[in-house]
């Protein structure tokens, strides 16, 4: 299994950037996708983008496509969200999550962003406030 640690949110005005990590531990980073979510006080948790095991492979929801960049650095064992032109309904807990990729007899297959499995190993999150 993986762990998880977020860092990286603060204060922002609004039109600013930011660049939130997300540090994996553990020797099973490769087998995992791993998504960023948000949630802001009162709402659900939303997802916000995900990247696949090589990186190759991306997906946003549609309200950060061309403000948002995800990306990771398996060297590094880490996954980044950099967030541009934030805005204030951007202000949120954001956390990371570890999904499993799929896999069968042969071992894991496939460079997917979302494979369609539970979110395992959440973060503790990182809070993002966005002043306008």
């Known amino acids: 299994q993986v762990q998880l640690v977020e860092s990286g949110g603060g204060l922002v005005q609004a039109g600013g950037s930011l660049r939130l990590s997300c540090v994996a531990s553990?020797?099973?980073?490769?087998?995992?996708?791993i998504g960023w979510f948000r949630q802001a006080p009162g709402k659900e948790r939303e997802f916000v983008a995900a990247?696949?095991?090589?990186?190759?492979?991306?997906y946003y929801r549609d309200a950060m496509k061309g403000r948002a960049i995800i990306s990771r650095d398996n060297a590094k064992k880490t996954v980044y969200l950099q967030m541009n032109s934030l805005k204030p309904e951007d202000t949120a807990v954001y956390f990371c999550?570890?999904?499993?990729?799929?896999?069968?007899?042969?071992?894991?297959?496939?460079?997917?962003?979302?494979?369609?499995?539970?979110?395992?190993?959440w973060g503790q999150g990182t809070q993002v406030t966005i002043s306008s």
């Open positions: 553990g020797r099973t980073f490769l087998n995992y996708s």
């Open positions: 999550a570890a999904e499993e990729r799929p896999k069968n007899a042969a071992g894991y297959y496939g460079d997917y962003a979302v494979n369609g499995r539970p979110y395992e190993s």
């Open positions: 990247v696949s095991w090589s990186g190759g492979a991306t």
